[in-house]
């Protein structure tokens, strides 16, 4: 079948001095010299083409068209460049690695990694590592960006878990084990905690708050299983109902100050990348004197 040629209308004829036909038969007309000095692919196939050429040279490209104007409008500094979002992640990953575009590569992780403010609105939109942690944590395992995947993998150890359930199926095996090894281990650390509130808060809730003080360590259970980190726990720790001012007072006594400190330091700390350095993840939870010894044994396992 011969596809009938056609021009784009974003990279029009004149637009520059190359050519480049998608496999679905659209031409781009692109400057070669920006086509050389951005991408080592166009350099290693525009290099052997003599500048003086009266002929423009022309390049098949493998992918359609719609990927073909992705690239180029990410490789002009003239064009604006479109938000990134969760369907166009992965395929400006794939053409950065293949075309060798590595400034590309450093923009998308600036984007996967901050947050953007809308000008007219003063909106904020949130980082794709805070919203979507699992999604970029598969992304940085598959195309091994370490410091996104750092930072991906400290947020998914934060996650809620019936979000955590979904998306863990596209990971790898050994990076499945070692998140639930974590949270295991983090719950077991938070289920300390609440057995010492329990007996601490016998001595200090009067009978009239002891119901209430029951309902709280419920829901502290439930969130040391949900979402075992420090802003939750301590979200949880509020009182349903108001307690008497004694009860009020006495519930800030009860769990020690350093119990803050110990947890977010853990919770802060950028895990190793990639796995394959798994020995040395002990150093993730080794800052804290609080967390058990069970955690070294499991990340010190092949």
């Not at 390049?59 to 180029?72: D, R």
């Not at 509020?238 to 803050?260: F, I, V």
């Not at 110990?262 to 040395?280: G, K, M």
Request: with cysteine.
């Amino acid at each position: 079948m011969i596809l009938k040629k056609t021009y784009s209308e974003s990279f029009p004829e004149g637009y520059g001095d190359c050519a480049l036909e998608s496999s679905d038969g659209v031409i781009f007309h692109f400057p070669r010299s920006l086509l050389i000095h951005s991408s080592t692919f166009f350099k290693s196939t525009l290099d052997t083409v003599p500048s003086t050429s009266t002929q423009q040279p022309k390049v098949s490209i493998e992918e359609k068209s719609s990927l073909v104007k992705l690239l180029l409008v990410h490789i002009d500094p003239t064009m604006s460049k479109p938000h990134v979002t969760e369907e166009t992640i992965e395929p400006l990953l794939s053409l950065s690695l293949k075309y060798g575009v590595p400034h590309i590569q450093r923009w998308l992780t600036e984007c996967m990694l901050t947050g953007r403010v809308d000008p007219a609105t003063g909106q904020e939109t949130p980082a794709l590592i805070r919203s979507k942690p699992l999604l970029i944590l598969h992304f940085a395992d598959q195309y091994d960006l370490k410091d996104v995947g750092k930072q991906a993998l400290r947020e998914v150890l934060k996650w809620p878990e019936d979000e955590l359930e979904e998306g863990m199926e596209s990971l790898p095996r050994p990076l499945e084990k070692y998140i639930r090894g974590v949270r295991k281990e983090r719950t077991k650390r938070y289920q300390e905690y609440i057995d010492y509130l329990v007996i601490k808060a016998t001595e200090l809730s009067c009978s009239d708050c002891a119901s209430n003080r029951n309902e709280q360590f419920v829901n502290l259970e439930r969130v040391a299983h949900e979402r075992p980190c420090w802003d939750a726990f301590v979200a949880a720790m509020s009182w349903e109902t108001s307690p008497c001012d004694d009860c009020w007072m006495n519930s800030l006594l009860l769990y020690p100050a350093d119990w803050q400190m110990e947890c977010t330091e853990v919770e802060q700390a950028l895990p190793e990348w990639p796995l394959s350095d798994i020995p040395s993840l002990r150093s993730l939870d080794a800052c804290s004197k609080s967390v058990s010894h069970a955690f070294n044994e499991y990340a010190c396992t092949p």
